[in-house]
């Protein structure tokens, strides 16, 4: 195990300050624009394709860095740009990421690098969980995987929603359930290949932030998909259903939704797109408050005003924290005894909320208009506290794991 340390090395710093470089002069400058155009930035994810931002081996070099910190800084700097746009580069790496861990090296090697495409020819993917009636509640997953023995194919059928890349996506990750006695654990993820017949775009929904990146829902009608499109294979789910059949027989109570502690690895991701906005909106506030004169001064020499940037700043910095703990304590194998990766969502993301808003408030009326970035800023943080589980969710999972009691 390396030796505690709260300095990057030289090879991240490296990294670090090639991603703020892509962030500022590509991202940044392109945000307002694709923002009120509410469509994926295509050009802008071709450009991070050229340089090698937009590819699997630098997800995967971020992945397995040793220290953990390869994707929270990643993800800090590209959303430190533009969320909606840094969510429209590495929505891809979140589907990817399913079939990392779960698929067979086969499926990994022949799915992934067409989620991506080439740098000419760029593709995206998504990965669809969400439905309708089941959100925070995954258990009650309605879209349903048949085995068709006689043919080997698997026959979906369902309505996801909120899909990132949904229906625009060249390769889709979805969530279905094989086994409806089991709740969550009956559930598998199958890959639905370009052009499968039957998979199609539902609605595309118009958001409040994160206008860059395209959230729809993906109708399954009928889709059939070859045996070897279930991540894992058959004989792994086979065994892994009869595992939970027979503990479910034992406890004989229904399955607890185990879903909501899923996810607490990938969490502190999250939060670091968090800090990214977080940090961008407050730099902005920064930068306003020692220009902007009123009274004959800059307004930061009012305590009032510099009071909350001193507070800004200090959370950001507790969130990442918050964040490269969690990060780490994943990398090294180290247990979630206390829900550290929601710990690490959780506040990262109210932080990024308050934050902005303050950001608004220090910019006075120019704060409300879209002539400053920070109105975006703070309609993009209202999603951290949304997806990959609410802020309510979060505190369900740190309070149960607290008190291993079944709070509700
Ligand atoms: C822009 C965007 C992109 C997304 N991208 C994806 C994606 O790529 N793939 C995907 O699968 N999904 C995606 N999602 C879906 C997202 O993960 C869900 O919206 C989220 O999990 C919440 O589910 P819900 O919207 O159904 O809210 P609900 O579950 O209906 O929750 C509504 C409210 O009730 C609260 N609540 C619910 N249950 C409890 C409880 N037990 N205790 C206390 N409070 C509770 C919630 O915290 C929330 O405040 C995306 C969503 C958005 C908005």
């Known amino acids: 195990m390396a030796e505690f340390t709260m300095e990057l090395n030289d090879e991240q710093k490296e990294v670090r300050d090639?991603?703020?470089?892509?962030?500022?002069?590509?991202?940044?400058?392109?945000?307002?624009?694709?923002?009120?155009?509410?469509?994926?930035?295509?050009?802008?994810?071709?450009?991070?394709a050229k340089v090698g931002i937009y590819s699997l081996d630098f997800y995967a070099q971020q992945y397995f860095d040793a220290s953990g910190l390869g994707i929270p800084m990643a993800m800090e700097e590209l959303f430190w740009g533009d969320a909606g746009i840094a969510l429209s580069i590495v929505g891809t790496g979140l589907a990817a990421v399913g079939v990392l861990a779960n698929g067979t090296d086969e499926q990994i090697g022949t799915w992934i690098?067409?989620?991506?495409?080439?740098?000419?020819?760029?593709?995206?993917?998504?990965?669809?969980?969400?439905e309708p009636d089941a959100g925070s509640d995954v258990a009650s997953m309605r879209t349903r995987a048949v085995y068709d023995e006689a043919k080997d194919e698997w026959v979906i059928n369902g309505t996801k929603t909120w899909a990132t890349?949904?229906?625009?996506?060249?390769?889709?990750?979805?969530?279905?359930?094989?086994?409806?006695?089991?709740?969550?654990?009956?559930?598998?993820?199958?890959?639905?290949?370009?052009g499968t017949p039957g998979c199609s775009q539902g609605?595309?929904?118009?958001?409040?932030?994160?206008?860059?990146?395209?959230?729809?829902?993906?109708?399954?009608?009928?889709?059939?998909?070859?045996?070897?499109?279930?991540?894992g294979g058959k004989e792994k789910l086979d065994e892994r259903l009869a595992r939970a059949r027979e503990k479910a027989k034992k406890g004989g109570e229904r399955v607890r939704n185990a879903a909501m502690a899923t996810f607490e690895a990938s969490r502190p991701?999250?939060?670091?797109?968090?800090?990214?906005?977080?940090?961008?909106?407050?730099?902005?506030?920064?930068?306003?408050?020692?220009?902007?004169?009123?009274?004959?001064?800059?307004?930061?020499?009012?305590?009032?005003?510099?009071?909350?940037?001193?507070?800004?700043?200090?959370?950001?910095?507790?969130?990442?924290?918050?964040v490269w703990r969690a990060?780490?304590?994943?990398?090294?194998?180290?247990?979630?005894?206390?829900?550290?990766?929601?710990?690490?969502?959780?506040?990262?993301?109210?932080?990024?909320?308050?934050?902005?808003?303050?950001?608004?408030?220090?910019?006075?009326?120019?704060g409300y208009t879209r002539e400053y970035p920070v109105e975006r800023m703070h309609r993009d943080a209202a999603i951290y506290t949304i997806f990959e589980g609410t802020s309510e969710i979060q505190r369900l999972v740190i309070a149960r794991t607290l008190s291993g009691m079944p709070i509700r």
């Open 113 to 130: 690098p067409q989620m991506y495409g080439d740098a000419n020819d760029v593709k995206v993917a998504a990965f669809c969980s969400s």
């Open 165 to 194: 890349n949904g229906g625009i996506a060249n390769v889709h990750v979805v969530v279905a359930v094989v086994d409806p006695d089991l709740g969550s654990k009956g559930h598998a993820s199958f890959i639905i290949p370009p």
């Open 269 to 322: 991701a999250v939060g670091a797109m968090a800090v990214g906005t977080a940090r961008a909106a407050y730099e902005v506030a920064l930068e306003y408050a020692t220009t902007r004169e009123q009274f004959g001064r800059p307004i930061i020499d009012n305590q009032g005003v510099a009071f909350q940037l001193a507070d800004m700043r200090t959370q950001i910095d507790a969130a990442r924290l918050l």
């Open 18 to 48: 090639w991603l703020h470089g892509f962030a500022a002069d590509v991202i940044r400058p392109a945000a307002a624009e694709w923002d009120e155009r509410e469509e994926t930035p295509w050009p802008v994810i071709q450009e991070a």
């Open 327 to 366: 990060s780490w304590m994943a990398v090294n194998g180290k247990p979630f005894t206390a829900a550290e990766g929601s710990m690490s969502k959780l506040f990262a993301s109210e932080t990024a909320k308050k934050v902005t808003a303050q950001a608004i408030q220090i910019l006075g009326g120019n």
């Open 203 to 231: 609605q595309k929904f118009k958001k409040h932030g994160i206008r860059a990146s395209h959230t729809a829902e993906v109708i399954l009608d009928n889709v059939r998909v070859p045996g070897s499109c279930l991540l």
